[in-house]
Structure formats: structure tokens, C-alpha cells
């Protein structure tokens, strides 16, 4: 079993930034890639943004160039660092965990809204 817990959401405006954690406790040595997914009102929820054990990251195109995923190995978080924030980011964000090549855990989820 794996744990995530978020942190860092809140209400920002338009041009501005946050910073999410997503810090991983547990059986935490079979995680093989973390991510981050948003879901919106209505909408399904989307991939964001996503970290592999080699660094190896990949973007939604729509914020490729806006957000930055890192993580931080000693403290087992992963961060999405969010930039040039828009409201249509605004969702309720979650941490994902790929766990084993066949499972994946998540975060209970933190909320962003852009708005002025």
C-alpha cells in the first residue's frame, strides 16, 4: 500500500502561481512513475503532468511551458510547480502513484481555482 497527500492548492488569480506537493509513504519502493491528474466540474479527469523513476517526464499539451513537475527523492514528494495560471486550470488536482506495473494509488485531492 502506498499513501499520498497533497498540499498546496488554493485560490489564485489569473498570471499567477502555486506550488502542489505530493508527499508518498508506505511500500513506496514499487513505485514506478508519479503523476499528477485534474478534474473539473463535469469533465473527466486528465492527465497533467508525469515522472518516471529515470526523470523522465511528460506534459499535457495544454500545460506544456506553464507547469513543472520535479520531485525530491529524500523527501519522497513530487511537486507541480504551476506558472502563467489560467481559469480553465482550475480543477480539483490529484497525485497519482503507478505502483507495481499493474496498480495505481492516488491523493484525496486538492483544490485550484484561478480566478479574480
Known amino acids: 500500500q502506498v499513501q499520498l497527500v497533497e498540499s498546496g492548492g488554493g485560490l489564485v488569480q489569473p498570471g499567477g502561481s502555486l506550488r502542489l506537493s505530493c508527499a508518498a509513504s508506505?511500500?513506496?519502493?514499487?513505485?514506478?512513475?508519479m503523476g499528477w491528474y485534474r478534474q473539473a466540474p463535469g469533465n473527466q479527469r486528465e492527465r497533467v503532468a508525469t515522472?518516471?523513476?529515470?526523470?523522465?517526464?511528460n506534459y499535457a499539451e495544454s500545460v506544456k511551458g506553464r507547469f513543472t513537475i520535479s520531485r525530491d527523492i529524500p523527501k519522497n514528494t513530487v511537486y507541480l510547480q504551476m506558472n502563467s495560471l489560467k481559469p480553465e486550470d482550475t480543477a480539483v488536482y490529484y497525485c497519482?502513484?503507478?505502483?507495481?506495473?499493474?496498480?495505481?494509488?492516488w491523493g484525496q485531492g486538492t483544490q485550484v481555482t484561478v480566478s479574480s
Open positions: 497519482n502513484a503507478e505502483w507495481g506495473g499493474a496498480t495505481s494509488f
Open positions: 508506505g511500500n513506496i519502493f514499487r513505485i514506478n512513475a
Open positions: 515522472i518516471t523513476g529515470r526523470d523522465s517526464t
